[in-house]
């Protein structure tokens, strides 16, 4: 070939053969961009909440203070630091105030005003404790301006208050920095009305104290030099750095889970690419051959390929940075409007966001396009006097022995790991990961084999229903294992993870809210040291309570190092308010029940009994009851009462009406809480405890549906990039198949039964992908949650059948959309043209 002909672009493939390609990647990469500027919203919202925390400081001084310091009734001195200027406390107190647009005011962080700082919007700092200084923020959320009133309620600072304070806003101030990513709204104190807001000691009970330094004088020098003995002096910059990173070490977890997305986003699309410029190849063989035979050498041949891979590459890659950063722009703009965003966001651009996604796509394309590239280089002259040639028919050979054994072993290390973590966590979980990924990779390597029979199979049965189509698309499928396998991959990576997700989700709340329930059975446990009689009444009103029972509480000598906390209950109180009913029917005169890890601590055995000590100076036996690992003792009222060492207390306790019922209406757990808070601070009420079991239950139970919203979201786009490689595949197998398509329609097939032998074809390769991905991802999910949880609480495995039938569903659906358009394609099939045509 002359060096002219070296310089004529040549091109393989014309580009819209790759459009499901580039789709492929633009999802992929738009996923990538999301996630990134996901973390940088994480990383904005959490440095303005620092710069609100240290607003209008220099420095930031931490010195230890006496511990009798923290009982002071006045105000502490501020520390002495060389170079400083300004030195305050640094507060974090909180109050909640009212006003007559809002009664039921939010709380308030109260932040004292950097001396000299008059930044106000309008109106003037406070002259006295009758008046107030608020932000944008909180006068936005009480629905006040300058001159309103507002209210401080009685106990809000000083427990020893009785009085409501009214105050008048006199000024107010701009909102904090970062405040539409929510910042906390403030109350601004200063030297007028810090007593009240703060309480008698002004905030000055604290070891973080803030600074500032004269003007021209750089921080970093001052915090050098003064940073001596007990004092550590770091300039406001270094320490929101130490705040954001510490915060986001909080985040390392979810990061994790983040970038596996990614990583099998990304997977998945390199399955579905590499799979299309297979089969590309195979169909272009006569093509390279011709090349070949115009003197094209190898690396040409090679650097063809390659450049139809990195182009597709760079345009996908471009397409989905601006898809990702468009979709984060909308859903910032849709949380602004729905108010979780006190103002719309400018999306958060950064070269981060815009270079990674880029890198990723075209790294993710060249690396998928090399296995077709080297394809492409071993095309002989010789082949362009052939047809094209089928794709390879796959078999048990070394890649099927591989993908079997590995499975085999991987689910083995899965099965050991999760045995293991139950005495030793982090080698436990650590090997059910490396088994799981070896299991799942050695799956993918089987799929070659696995295709064919299961195509037959389902073939048989679709038969009985399609009839000649169904075992037509069957058939198509087994003669092709290779490139069935590589789509039923792209199917099975999705599948597996929704299902491992959904049934590690429902396996994680069912086992948690058990282990709750063995813990902690009643919702809500008020004790006090006096309560008025009717206490339990008036708890039982409060919305969200389903029933409230008195009780009392008190504690008994069990010979133990110390008493013995012990909850006084009659059998039907329990039944009515107990998550298990069933505790009742252990509950009986000198009956002890308690929980197995309480009776370890104080040395009591299952059916032993003890002698206690009474009230009277008697004694009394009590046969010991082990009920899971009930951490709240109990014995009948009476029995208690006759043991209880120092008398007992009242108590009230209360079961929570269901979540998602009618009765509960829009009142979450920490609602209730709070209105029971609010009724033991009334009269009658003393030294008033409230532990509420079932907050702690149905916050786990929020967090994880919130946890599967999330991943199953973020997996749709795994699944939306399979549904791609489906229809995409179906598409080449028609050009594939164009001779066959051609003879069938010359026998008489019609376009309808063409139509439905690739609607059969897409969702045989659906039902495939989802029956294999069904089974996985139940034993990943299952073994998962008992390498994570099996040392810590009883793991019961649970099959959400309703979400597992719907994977399924959704699974043939698309598997049948995927086939629409490649349907139409076959049913235009001219016989004679096709019949004719070579390629």
């Known amino acids: 070939m002359s060096a002219s002909a070296r310089r004529v672009p040549i091109r393989l493939t014309p580009m819209r053969r790759h459009l499901a390609a580039i789709l492929t990647v633009a999802l992929s990469c738009a996923f990538v961009a999301v996630m990134v500027l996901a973390g940088n919203l994480v990383q904005e919202s959490l440095r303005a909440s620092t710069a609100q925390t240290y607003s209008g400081a220099d420095l930031v001084v931490e010195q230890e203070i006496p511990d009798d310091a923290w009982e002071s009734t006045t105000p502490l001195p501020a520390p002495e630091v060389a170079g400083t200027e300004d030195v305050w406390p640094l507060t974090q107190g909180f109050a909640q105030l009212t006003s007559s647009a809002v009664a039921d005011g939010p709380y308030l962080q109260v932040v004292l005003t950097p001396p000299g700082e008059d930044t106000l919007e309008e109106g003037s700092p406070a002259a006295d404790d009758s008046q107030v200084v608020l932000d944008r923020t909180a006068a936005d959320a009480l629905e006040v301006g300058v001159g309103d009133t507002v209210t401080l309620p009685a106990g809000t600072i000083v427990p020893e208050d009785t009085t409501d304070h009214t105050l008048t806003v006199s000024g107010i101030a701009p909102a904090a920095e970062g405040a539409a990513l929510g ?48 004092t550590t002096v770091t300039t406001v910059e270094d320490a929101e750095q130490e705040a954001v990173d510490q915060l986001m070490t909080g985040f390392a977890a979810l990061g994790v889970i983040l970038g596996v997305f990614v990583v099998i986003a990304l997977f998945t699309s390199a399955v579905v690419i590499a799979n299309t410029f297979t089969v590309t190849v195979a169909q272009r063989t006569r093509s390279l051959a011709l090349l070949r035979t115009l003197g094209a050498t190898r690396g040409r041949v090679g650097r063809i390929v390659l450049r139809d891979s990195a182009l597709v590459g760079v345009v996908g890659a471009v397409l989905g940075v601006i898809g990702g950063h468009l979709l984060v722009q909308a859903a910032l703009a849709a949380a602004a409007a729905a108010g979780w965003l006190d103002a719309v966001m400018a999306v958060p651009v950064s070269p981060t966001s815009v270079l990674v996604p880029i890198l990723a796509g075209l790294l993710l394309t060249v690396l998928a396009g090399l296995a077709p590239v ?45 045995v293991l973590a139950g005495s030793h966590p982090l080698p436990g979980i650590l090997l059910a990961v490396l088994g799981g990924l070896l299991s799942f990779g050695g799956m993918l390597l089987a799929l070659v084999v696995l295709a064919r029979p299961l195509a037959l199979l389902l073939g048989r049965v679709a038969g009985r229903i399609g009839g000649l189509p169904a075992r037509i698309a069957a058939a198509n499928i087994a003669r092709s294992p290779g490139r069935s396998a590589a789509t039923v991959a792209a199917l099975l990576i999705g599948t597996t993870l929704m299902t491992m997700m959904a049934v590690g989700a429902r ?40 029933v409230a029972e008195s009780g009392t509480v008190g504690r008994i000598d069990v010979g133990a190092d110390e008493p013995l906390l012990v909850y006084g209950l009659d059998p039907e109180t329990v039944r009515e308010t107990s998550h298990r009913p069933a505790v009742a ?20 055995q299952d059916g032993e009994r003890i002698t206690v000590p009474t009230a009277d100076g008697g004694t009394r036996e009590l046969t010991v009851r082990y009920d899971a690992n009930l951490k709240m003792p109990m014995l009948t009222p009476g029995t208690l009462e006759a043991v209880a060492q120092g008398g007992t207390r009242p108590v009230v306790v209360a079961d929570f009406e269901d979540e998602g019922t009618a009765a509960r209406g829009d009142t979450d757990a920490y609602g209730i809480v709070d209105a029971v808070y609010q009724v033991t601070s009334g009269d009658g009420y003393s030294e008033a405890d ?13 967090v994880l549906r919130v946890l599967l919203g999330i991943t199953v979201g973020l997996l749709a786009v795994a699944v939306l990039v399979a549904l791609v490689g489906v229809a995409n595949t179906l598409s080449l197998g028609v050009v594939e198949r164009r001779g066959e398509n051609a003879l069938l329609r010359a026998l008489g097939t019609t376009r309808r039964q063409m139509r439905a032998m690739l609607g059969w074809e897409g969702v045989l390769l659906a039902l495939i ?8 991802g139940a034993v990943y999910g299952g073994l998962g949650v008992i390498a994570l949880l099996g040392s810590a609480v009883a793991v019961t495995v649970t099959i959400p059948w309703g979400q597992v039938v719907l994977v399924v569903v ?30």
């Open 183 to 230: 910042a906390t709204p403030r109350i601004l104190a200063d030297d007028a009305n810090s007593a009240l807001l703060l309480g008698p000691t002004r905030g000055t009970t604290t070891d973080t104290w803030l600074a500032t330094v004269p003007a021209g004088t750089d921080p970093a020098d001052v915090a050098a030099a003064a940073s001596t003995g007990g």
């Open 374 to 418: 080297r394809a492409a280089t071993r095309v002989a002259p010789l082949q362009a006097l052939r047809s094209v040639a089928a794709p390879p028919r796959g078999g048990f050979g070394v890649r099927g022995v591989l993908g079997v054994i590995g499975a085999g072993v991987g689910l083995a290390l899965m099965i050991g790991g999760a």
């Open 507 to 546: 396996t994680t709340e069912a086992s948690l809210t058990a282990e709750l329930d063995s813990n902690r059975p009643i919702d809500l446990v008020v004790s006090a040291a006096a309560m008025p009689a009717d206490a339990a009444a008036q708890i039982g009103a409060v919305d969200g309570v389903r």
């Open 585 to 604: 029917d252990e509950l009986a005169d000198d009956t002890l029940l308690v929980g197995w890890e309480r009776a370890e601590e104080t040395g009591l």
């Open 690 to 702: 409230v532990v509420a079991g079932g907050a702690e239950r149905e916050m786990y139970g929020q």
């Open 769 to 776: 992908g989802a029956a294999l991905g069904i089974v996985l």
């Open 810 to 839: 959704a699974a043939m659906l698309a598997g049948f959309l995927a086939s629409v358009l490649p349907g139409r394609s076959a049913a235009r099939t001219a016989p004679a043209a096709a019949l004719a045509a070579a390629e």
